[in-house]
């Protein structure tokens, strides 16, 4: 049978399915999983049930490993529950509906980030800030993730990619994309701005992408001097050598925006130095201890310290059609989803550049 025929089959076999409100069941999903904090992943099956009625099923092609998901396998943050299997960062192809899912069809490429689902009805969702949203439901927080071969989710947030995105690098831009996307967007960055992009990783050298995409004039601000090519042909403009004495002294009052992608302390207040009247120091990078700021420092020139956490599918659908239109994609080195373990290894680390991807 053609794949054409096939395709159309699963569609009328999709539309029965709906119109009767039969129960979709695919079967148990295998995947990998750890069964204590810090334990090896092991291969783990599971039965989904019956598809609920708002959900795909996707079969994955590729799935990105995030430090969040190494978090979780080590319980970092306390809310892992095993036996577990971690993955947010998920490209796949639509293989069931549920009865009311009207925006996903059969065969569509998706992708799913941190979030497989929201509430719906509180004031946040109903603006379209569904990652607000306190009954957020994560994609492998109490509940598994996309080790797998399949997954399911609330369809609002299975994004479709564009075709020209290659399914292995766009993987990563699900949540470390949109994590450095949604701040540079929702802070207003625009042609006029100066930006500066703390930490040339894993997030880092997807913000000098995006940021160079807004048409902003870039600095990129990294400890490691061999990245400074690199980092100008992913948009810089600027490079700073952070452990340079008196680096931030020679650009103070330069930036409108900074980014801060590193987990690591940094001199904050330093940094607030570098920032123009009304500039923003935004955190997305955690730090492992407190920020300390002179309050003065922010009132006297009126700037500001916030932090930003991933996106909503809006940010999603509109990331992604930025990244197809300005060529931005992730750098990536490719693990079958059997390497995982190897993989992540690899990723503690820090041997990978910049970003590690599952491949079924």
């Known amino acids: 049978m ?5 395709a159309s089959k699963q569609s009328a076999q999709e539309s029965v399915s709906r119109a009767k409100g039969t129960k979709i069941s695919m079967g148990d999903i295998h995947g990998l999983a750890v069964h204590a904090a ?4 092991l291969p783990y099956k599971y039965n989904p049930g019956d598809l609920a009625e708002n959900e795909v099923e996707v079969k994955i092609s590729h799935c990105g490993i995030c430090h969040s998901d190494i978090h979780l396998i080590d319980n970092d943050w ?3 529950k095993y036996p577990f299997v971690p993955g947010h960062e998920i490209v796949g192809a639509v293989t069931a509906v549920g009865s009311n899912v009207k925006d996903r069809t059969v065969g569509e490429r998706v992708g799913i980030g941190w979030q497989a689902d929201s509430c719906g009805i509180c004031e946040w969702c109903r603006q379209g800030d569904e990652h607000l949203c306190a009954n957020s439901q994560p994609t492998c927080v109490g509940r598994n993730g996309g080790y797998a071969d399949r997954i399911r989710v609330n369809s609002r947030f299975a994004v479709p990619i564009p075709e020209t995105l290659e399914s292995e690098s766009v993987a990563p831009l699900l949540c470390a994309g949109i994590t450095v996307y949604s701040p540079l967007r929702n802070h207003g960055v625009r042609p006029s701005s ?3 992009v703390i930490g040339i990783g894993g997030l880092g050298h997807l913000g000098l992408q995006f940021a160079k995409a807004f048409g902003a004039e870039v ?9 400074e090519a690199e980092a100008r042909e992913l948009g810089a403009d600027h490079f700073i050598n952070s452990r340079e004495t008196g680096a931030l002294q020679k650009v103070a ?6 980014l801060s992608t590193v987990s690591a302390d940094q001199d904050w207040q330093g940094l607030i130095g570098t920032l123009r009247p009304k500039g923003v120091l935004c955190v997305v990078g955690v730090p492992p201890s407190p920020m300390a700021i002179q309050a003065f420092s922010l009132i006297g020139q009126q700037r500001a310290v916030s932090g930003s956490p991933t996106g909503s599918p809006r940010d999603l659908h509109e990331m ?17 989803m059997s390497k995982a373990n190897e993989a992540i290894v690899k990723v503690k680390k820090n041997q990978v550049r910049y970003r590690a991807v599952l491949a079924n």
Not at 253 to 258: G, T
Not at 321 to 331: L, N, T, W
């Open 2 to 6: 053609s794949g054409a025929n096939v």
């Open 38 to 41: 810090g334990a090896q992943l």
């Open 320 to 336: 992604l059609d930025v990244a197809a239109r300005h060529g931005v994609k992730a750098m990536t080195q490719k693990f079958a």
């Open 194 to 196: 100066r930006v500066g």
């Open 78 to 80: 306390g809310i892992s």
């Open 219 to 227: 600095t990129a601000f990294s400890t490691s001097l061999d990245k």
């Open 253 to 258: 009052q330069s930036f409108d925006f900074l």
